[in-house]
């Protein structure tokens, strides 16, 4: 397949063709066309502080939203454990989006289903789909536990799944033995990391009741070493294996609560398999014996947190997702402090190794201003890094930033740490906004470049700014959660990822004068 | 609550509007099912481009669907931007109607659609919304259409929501405006949503051809040609059963004649064309058509020699909804490929009389979802490709079987003469890419198998 005989041309190409030129001019006549004035009167108008103040006076709509719902971050956390079914108690549509959502930024496939309720189910009830749904999904896909959540319609109408699951049981749909974790989750409550919280913490107090262990801090193993870790809603598989080889370092035993790494990142060996790793869950129910437990998205994981802290009597250390140096650093620390074992020297020369990167770099990094959109632990760890290269975040914008961790709200920590750094000092951190506010904000107070998830794109378009895409969904490119962000190793992936899109804009504007070989 | 599936659609035959045995398949719990009626309804309207779409209901419908789609827009952009109402818990008790002015109001003032279609979602069709009534007062007192869509999910599959939306069209859309008295008579395209800018190549056919397109319905549509599309000379349905109700409700009401047709493969295409300028009683027209498709079917015998060798007596596993089941089997014949199973999971009882008609014996029938059936299937057949939609991909790259996207999130466009051109391209590229022999070879260390490259 040497050169193309034949040239095809596709929309890429095709249509600034001259006659689909001429086409589209034909069409403008239904259009009622604005005229090129009034085209740039308009946005003139979308770019002054006038519009930017109607933009964030606007209360009802949302426009471009930033946040999903929590059923698909329940989906998530229940494919952080073995051979478990994700099972959605709702009409089919949602969890339809939620496959094709999480499949699309993974590129992979996402086994779920749904108890597909119709109107019937909205009048009567939803048990007899609930019943029905179980008895297909457990005789299709075959899982050793199926882990149940609602949608925003099952709420509504007010079923009740722990009853539901019961008379399953009770008409030997499903054995008595045969597990169904479950938990609430409301779309018009929270967002995606609500949910992945609500359906870890519902998986670990179900499976850890049901097998009557008690739990005993520090007796887990006759070492006593072991420890609990968290990710929460972790879009990057790389940060699981990032972390493994971090907790390997201090060669301490470890136990992931949550580990969807397998699913989403499982080889083409030329069979699907339907479920791929997991935490196992004879592991849950150990867990709670564990010397403590690391959480590495503290906003997301409030409820497993106390659940952890409280039934468990567990050490819980909470931290955002630890980005950059200093994130790392707290880290360590936090492993050292929870399991008494000192900071590994190969992680130190580690440290050593991005240092001397992040020096190589930060003379194109200093003073570039940033936009940053974002989860709310995300954003915490993604500040931390912008002000230790000399970057400057200047507009942050958190959709679902309406959470606290131990009655500090997320907005106060995100406040303060840009207050500790000179180079935060330009900053504003806006919560329960939209992409449509940080559009206004692009326009109307320009920044060298956006980091944030592939819906920035088009804010970004029209501002004429460069994204990096971190974070979820991204869609449009391709193996980014493939790469681990957290740890050091981390550090030096989004520095190369940012500074390299500061040396590609140079070489694309360059005004010929500054075409340099070396950089 | 009023049900909105209404007691006679389930006497009805999926699509049609005539009485017959089959209603749309319902979901069945417990399976990993297709989109929703709302999604449906997006999917049909969501292509009127300089339009504002409003969906009213928690973020779960809008956050997660809003610009995924492929279609495209020649223009206006509207259309792509995700607006909503995200009710929240308060909301829901409370109700969500004064929210819903506010937000139409909003749109309006900011962008000045030449509407607004206001989509309702399983929460707040439970809830009780009135949607019509505020829609109604909006539209009244901004001075223009407000188009309540009353197709939530829960009511049933995507070719409801696809009918309803319709549905939606009919009562609200169609018959309000008339066209410029320069614009030649022409047909209406329904059911073609340009995903990948398929629209444009059936049109430069129809230029070519001097067919003029009275309205599109809805691929890269503006609002105000929908208006007029009553006025149109036929209507030609393409590859969307769940808009044949439209036709049919447009014969009757207005007496423009349909048929339904596709633009995959040659002969479809051909036919389409045939018909289009039979339908129009104009003989010029139909010369003009019989040189046109003449010349473009021997160009493209030629174009696409070097293609058929390499495609000739391959197998496929084709699984798709609807009429792209059987409307892309005569393209692939026409290539030379051999469709070794298909999906009929979201076909109608006419749907698979017409598979029937364009396969052998030989093929294997996929009546339900999941991807182990299909794989089983592309196992059991040796098919060299699947050919299906997004959600599938994926699985289908673990089984190392080459595959070509064939829905709505695909980037290439498959329709007319050209179209057909780019399949056996799609094809035989993605056949012939070396990393299926790289992914079904052993590492060259494992001596059991011979390592042979
Ligand atoms: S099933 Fe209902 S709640 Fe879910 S996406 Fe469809 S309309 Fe929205």
New binding site residues.
């Given amino acids: 397949m040497s050169k193309d005989r034949l040239d095809i041309p596709d929309y890429n190409t095709l249509f600034s063709e001259h006659r689909f030129v001429e086409q589209r001019l034909n069409k403008q006549q239904f259009e009622a066309p604005c005229s090129e004035q009034e085209t740039a009167e308009a946005l003139a108008y979308s770019q002054s502080a006038e519009y930017m103040e109607k933009n964030f006076n606007r209360k009802a709509v949302v426009i471009n939203p930033h946040k999903a719902c929590q059923p698909l971050g329940s989906i998530m956390a229940a494919l952080g454990f073995e051979k478990t079914l994700p099972f959605v108690h709702?009409?089919?549509?949602?969890?339809s989006?939620f496959r094709s959502h999480l499949s699309r930024h993974f590129k992979e496939p996402t086994p779920a289903v749904s108890s597909s309720m119709t109107e019937d189910a909205a009048v009567f009830g939803g048990m007899s789909n609930l019943i029905d749904g179980l008895e297909n999904s457990i005789a299709l896909y075959k899982p050793e536990m199926v882990a149940l959540c609602t949608?925003?319609?099952a709420e509504v109408i007010g079923d009740d799944l722990s009853s539901f699951i019961g008379n399953a049981r009770q008409k030997g749909v499903i054995s008595e033995d045969f597990p169904v974790a479950f938990c609430n989750t409301p779309?018009f409550v929270g967002s995606h990391i609500t949910g992945y919280d609500s359906m870890l913490k519902g998986i670990l107090s179900y499976l850890y009741e049901r097998s009557g262990l008690q739990a005993a801090p520090g007796s887990g193993e006759e070492t006593g070493e072991k420890l609990n870790v968290m990710l929460g809603f972790e879009p990057y598989t790389g940060n699981f294996a990032e972390i493994r080889k971090i907790l390997d370092a201090f060669d301490t035993k470890y136990t992931l609560l949550g580990d969807h790494s397998g699913n989403y990142d499982s080889p083409a060996t030329g069979e699907y398999e339907y479920y791929y790793g997991g935490t196992k869950l004879a592991d849950v129910p150990l867990a709670a014996n564990a010397l403590g437990t690391l959480s590495l998205q503290k906003y997301t994981l409030k409820k497993t947190q106390d659940f952890i802290s409280e039934t468990w009597k567990q050490q819980v250390s909470a931290l955002s997702t630890p980005l950059g140096i200093a994130g790392t650093d707290k880290l360590l620390e936090a492993i050292s402090e929870l399991t008494g074992l000192p900071i590994p020297a190969s992680l130190l020369e580690e440290r050593g190794r991005v240092v001397d990167a992040l020096t190589d770099s930060h003379p194109y990094l200093h003073g570039k201003r940033v936009a940053l959109v974002g989860d709310p632990d995300l954003l915490i760890g993604l500040i931390g890094f912008c002000m230790e290269v000399g970057m400057e975040p200047v507009h942050i914008v958190c959709s679902n930033g309406d959470v606290d961790f131990n009655e500090v709200k997320f907005k106060e920590e995100a406040e303060a740490l840009l207050a500790s750094s000179p180079y935060g000092s330009e900053a504003t951190v806006y919560v329960g906004n939209d992409l449509w506010h940080m559009r206004s904000l692009l326009l109307t107070d320009p920044v060298d470049l956006a980091i944030g998830s592939s819906h920035l794109k088009f804010a970004a378009k029209d501002a004429n700014v460069p994204l990096i895409r971190v974070g979820f969904p991204i869609f449009d490119r391709h193996h980014m959660h493939r790469y681990p962000i957290l740890g050091y190793q981390g550090a030096l992936n989004l520095l190369s990822q940012i500074v390299n899109t500061v040396l590609d804009e140079l070489d694309r504007n360059n005004s010929g004068f500054n075409y340099d070989l070396v950089r | 609550m009023d049900p909105i599936r209404k007691d006679e659609f389930d006497s009805e035959a999926c699509g049609s509007k005539a009485p017959k045995s089959k209603p749309c398949p319902r979901p069945k719990p417990g399976e990993a099912a297709g989109?929703?009626?709302?999604?449906g309804a997006q999917i049909t309207l969501l292509p009127i481009m300089d339009a504002a779409h409003l969906v009213h209901?928690?973020i779960?419908?809008a956050g997660?669907?809003w610009e995924s789609r492929g279609t495209l827009s020649s223009g206006p952009s509207l259309s792509q931007y995700g607006f909503a109402t995200d009710l929240n818990d308060s909301d829901i008790i409370f109700g969500g109607e004064k929210k819903l002015k506010e937000s139409i109001d909003y749109i309006a003032g900011r962008f000045a659609p030449p509407a607004i279609f206001v989509y309702s979602?399983?929460?707040t069709a439970l809830i009780g919304e009135d949607m019509d009534a505020v829609c109604k007062e909006a539209g009244d007192r901004l001075g223009i259409p407000v188009i309540p869509v009353n197709s939530?999910?829960?009511v049933g599959s995507k070719n409801l929501g696809n009918r309803l939306a319709g549905d939606a069209l009919l009562q609200y859309v169609i018959g309000t405006g008339e066209p410029e008295p320069e614009l030649p008579p022409g047909v209406n395209l329904i059911g073609e949503y340009n995903i990948a800018g398929e629209m444009w190549d059936i049109e430069k056919l129809m230029n070519s051809a001097g067919i003029a397109v009275t309205s599109r319905i809805t691929g890269d549509a503006r609002y105000k040609e929908i208006t007029w599309a009553h006025r149109a000379k036929v209507n030609m349905v393409v590859c969307s059963r769940a808009l044949l109700g439209l036709a049919k409700e447009m014969e009757s009401r207005y007496g423009i004649p349909y048929f339904e047709g596709s633009f995959y493969g040659a002969k479809e295409t051909t036919y389409s064309l045939r018909q289009m300028a039979y339908l129009m009683n104009d003989r010029d027209m139909e010369r003009r058509v019989d040189r046109l498709t003449e010349r473009e079917e021997s160009r493209l015998t030629q174009d696409l020699r070097p293609y058929r060798k390499i495609l000739k007596g391959k197998r496929a596993v084709l699984y798709t909804g609807g009429v792209k089941s059987w409307s892309v089997i005569s393209a692939l014949k026409e290539l030379g490929v051999q469709v070794v199973g298909v999906g009929t999971n979201k076909s109608t009882e006419d749907d698979v009389r017409r598979i029937a008609d364009r396969v052998g014996d030989d093929t294997e029938y996929i009546p339900e979802g999941g991807a182990t059936r299909i794989l089983k299937t592309v196992r059991e057949r040796k098919a060299d490709i699947m050919i299906a939609g997004g959600r599938n991909m994926y699985v289908a790259m673990k089984e190392q079987i080459p595959f070509i996207d064939i829905n709505q999130e695909r980037h290439k466009a498959y329709a007319g003469y050209e179209g057909l051109l780019r399949l056996a391209k799609e094809l035989t590229y993605s056949l012939a890419n070396p990393i299926w022999k790289l992914a079904s070879s052993p590492a060259p260390w494992d001596k059991e198998v011979p390592y042979d490259r």
């Fill in positions: 709702g009409s089919q549509g949602c969890n989006y949608t925003c319609m779309s | 989109g929703c009626s709302f999604d209901g928690p779960a419908c997660n669907s979602t399983c929460v939530p999910g829960f």
